[in-house]
Nanobody, 124 residues
């Protein structure tokens, strides 16, 4: 499975961006897909995930501003980010698992396939 993350860029605080995670080699609807982010000097952290059946798992602090969705026809998962803040600045990665037995959706070790990351910069 190859994942291609895109849609990052520079945006002012309060603005919005939509990130895309396009897959090849496997149908994404057969995977759980997550977004993680990594700010400079920090560890990669969980943002949100969507399960095979469409259940969504958010970090509480981001719920209400960030939304994950699937477009199965395009084999793509999206991350809609609204009301962006400077602290949202990070490289955003999408990830997918290979089976349904990998543990918590919040756990980075669950995910076997990773995109290359897309940089989001929020200016104040």
């Amino acid at each position: 499975v190859q994942l291609q993350a895109s849609g990052g860029g520079l945006v002012q605080a309060g603005g919005s961006l939509r990130l895309s995670c396009a897959a090849s080699g496997r149908t994404l609807s057969t995977c759980a897909v997550a977004w993680f982010r990594q700010a400079p000097g920090k560890e990669r952290e969980f943002v949100v995930a969507i399960s095979r059946i469409g259940s969504i798992f958010y970090v509480d602090s981001l719920k209400g501003r960030f939304t994950i969705s699937r477009d199965n026809a395009k084999n793509t998962v999206y991350l809609q980010m609204n009301s962006l803040k400077p602290e949202d600045t990070a490289v955003y990665y999408c990830a997918a698992d290979s089976d349904n037995y990998g543990g918590s959706y919040y756990d980075i070790d669950r995910y076997d396939y990773w995109g290359q990351g897309t940089l989001v910069t929020v200016s104040s």
